[in-house]
């Protein structure tokens, strides 16, 4: 049982929690509450928290001003998370730059990286181009195993179309190809330049980027750098409506992958129904491909903002935080609160402080409710299925 109090890992009192205790917008209040959970002491929660958090730390500078630590949180054990993060120093030309990022759907476990030298001035077209260059290619790979790509799927039998696409026995690469359509992630990813003077933001969905910048002693700013591409932003449903006029039911979230939603029905129909052959109802899917006239209708064109910083060492301390939309789900009407709190804590913090504690999993504590009980709560609810959506935090030094 995920998170169950019963666990011999998790050792405290038995308490029990309703339903207005636990974060977010994923319980119900028809999930037979109160339900027990194990109300861990303050060690004790936060090593735990930080077992079942993923942690990551790079230092990208030998001080350690420059700063990057990641986490993937999931509470229920029986549902790992769909989340990732990426944190790396990418090489180029004897240079270094900085790359952190955040995903937020279901991926599988390979990718293909390559480094690119691209002068400063055409990072944003770079970043852009590249994503969507990315993202065609999921598609691209599969329909090369045909000859003459899509057109050609009408003269082949579904017995041939399977023949290709299970070569498992073989290494499984087409297959793989294949699998990796019926996938889609959210991005967010942050480049910054070799002398830190440029921060660039790429966003794809419904992740979000806060710079969190010091005013005076006692005081923070925070600002959100990115806007959500999905149906609660107005200008992004009048986007898509403009793109499909006459369709009113075409509004679908920005993400990379999630082909069948940027390809004919044919794509879905002759590929990827051959995929599991005969072991899937595909009415639902039938439902989304009769109103499939005009695709895409996933954007995979990402906002990438430009943030300029100061890399004197005098400059006001920042902090860039990426976050998958678990961790704004968590925080509610208080996501602004909770971040000023923990970045005057963060303040206070001396040197050994910040380098043993990781300031993503600070951060995740704040929002949890910055006490061993509401954390327990979390930790060690008793339930079968996940009671948190998947937190992904990557939080960085600039």
């Not at 900085?98 to 970043?127: K, Q």
């Not at 045909?146 to 039998?157: A, E, K, N, Q, V």
């Not at 179309?161 to 996938?183: F, H, P, W």
């Not at 906002?303 to 902090?319: I, N, Q």
Request: overall charge negative; hydrophobic content about 35%; some cysteine.
């Amino acid at each position: 049982m995920g998170g169950s109090p019963e666990c011999s890992c998790y050792t405290g009192p038995t308490s029990f929690a309703s339903f207005g205790d636990i974060p977010g917008n994923l319980c119900s209040p028809t999930d037979d509450w109160p339900r027990p959970f194990r109300n861990l002491n303050h060690d004790a929660a936060w090593d735990h928290l930080a077992a079942a958090s993923n942690l990551h730390s790079v230092k990208f500078d030998p001080t350690g001003r420059w700063r990057a630590d990641a986490l993937n949180f999931q509470p229920c054990a029986e549902t790992p998370s769909q989340d990732r993060y990426a944190i790396q120093q990418i090489h180029i030309q004897g240079r270094v730059w900085t790359l952190s990022a955040v995903f937020d759907g279901h991926l599988v476990d390979h990718s293909e990286n390559g480094d690119r030298v691209v002068p400063p001035p055409l990072i944003a077209d770079m970043f852009s181009m590249a994503i969507r260059a990315f993202d065609d290619a999921i598609a691209n790979d599969v329909l090369e195993l045909f000859p003459d790509g899509l057109s050609s799927l009408s003269r082949l039998s579904d017995l041939q179309i399977q023949e290709v696409l299970d070569d498992q026995l073989s290494g499984g690469q087409n297959y793989t190809k294949a699998r990796l359509c019926m996938y889609g992630t959210t991005a967010l990813v942050a480049l910054v330049d070799p002398d830190h003077q440029n921060l660039w933001l790429a966003n794809l969905g419904d992740c979000q980027g806060l710079m969190v910048s010091e005013t005076d002693q006692k005081s923070w700013n925070v600002e959100v750098l990115t806007q959500f591409h999905n149906g609660e932003n107005p200008l992004e449903v009048q986007r898509v409506m403009n793109e499909h006029p006459g369709e009113p039911e075409c509004i679908v979230d920005s993400r990379l992958g999630d082909t069948p939603f940027k390809q004919p029905p044919e794509f879905t129909r002759r590929i990827l129904y051959n995929l599991y052959p005969g072991q899937h109802d595909t009415s639902p899917w039938e439902e989304f491909l009769m109103r499939n006239h005009t695709p895409p209708y996933i954007s995979s064109t990402p906002e990438v903002t430009h943030y300029p910083l100061d890399p004197s060492p005098r400059a006001p301390r920042k902090y860039l935080i990426l976050c998958s939309d678990g961790f704004t789900d968590i925080c509610g009407t208080n996501q602004r609160a909770i971040v000023d709190q923990w970045a005057r804590a963060a303040a206070r913090s001396n040197s050994r402080e910040l380098d043993e504690k990781s300031l993503a999993l600070r951060l995740l504590w704040q929002a949890l409710g910055n006490d061993p009980k509401s954390v327990s709560r979390v930790l060690t609810l008793n339930m079968d299925s996940p009671w948190l959506d998947d937190v992904s935090i990557v939080v960085q030094c600039l």
